[in-house]
């Protein structure tokens, strides 16, 4: 009768335990609290934990290029680190570590929230991530991340209102496209481009985003531009 009293107690204390351990990831309580140093750009931020300095990289996600050493400053990048530092400054922020933890530049890799929200959803929402590094086994919420990307697209926002901006493998920067095609009229410079959303918009040289534009159309005029449907790009 002891034997089976020791035996149901062990049973018992199994089922607490495995119980326990789905209420401690539901609740999130599998998440590590950190003191959020600096944030270096829109996906890399550097935390204290355990009294020791880490550079975090955000899994499943890319931002634009803010401070790359071979890149220029890349559109919708300040956005970014400035969405992702508004959201972790004076917020209780937690990391989910990936599987495997850190990459081979050695930074922690996880998913970051700051309280309770995901930052890196918070960042696809607003058009100013894509979903990429897609890599087994740190694939836990990328079917998530991709509806609300796609949401994003339809929408045409942040790096999606730039037609070819955001390829499969990064994005483009000014020195990767040309000032000008060789079948365009060089007399005429103003470039029709139209979204991901169908609408058409058109780029006079002294906008923020003429040089990364891939245009569809050229115009000699703004309104050419605007007879042919097309309106002026906000920035």
């Not at 115009?219 to 097309?230: K, L, T, V």
Request: with cysteine; aromatic share 10%; hydrophobic share 30%.
């Amino acid at each position: 009768m002891k034997n089976n009293m020791n035996i149901w107690m062990l049973l018992f204390s199994a089922f607490l335990f495995l119980g326990g351990c789905s209420d401690f990831q539901s609740t999130g309580k599998n998440r590590i609290p950190v003191y959020v140093e600096d944030v270096i750009d829109g996906d890399t931020i550097k935390v204290r934990v355990d009294g020791k300095s880490e550079t975090v990289r955000f899994l499943l996600v890319d931002t634009p290029e803010s401070v790359h050493p071979n890149k220029p400053v890349q559109p919708f990048s300040k956005e970014a680190s400035s969405h992702t530092k508004a959201m972790l400054n004076g917020s209780d922020v937690e990391l989910e570590l990936g599987i495997g933890e850190r990459d081979k530049y050695g930074r922690l890799l996880a998913y970051v929230y700051a309280d309770g929200e995901s930052v890196q959803k918070s960042l696809l929402k607003n058009g100013l991530a894509r979903v990429a590094y897609v890599f087994e086994p740190n694939t836990k919420y990328v079917e998530d991340f991709e509806k609300i990307q796609k949401q994003a697209q339809k929408e045409g926002i942040g790096i999606w209102s730039l037609e070819n901006y955001t390829q499969e493998d990064g994005y483009i920067s000014d020195d990767t496209v040309t000032e000008k095609e060789d079948a365009a009229d060089t007399k005429c410079t103003i470039k029709g481009n139209i979204n991901s959303s169908g609408e058409k918009i058109y780029h006079v040289e002294s906008g923020r985003y003429y040089k990364i534009t891939k245009p569809e159309e050229w115009f000699c005029s703004e309104q050419e531009a605007i007879d042919a449907g097309f309106r002026k790009s906000q920035q």
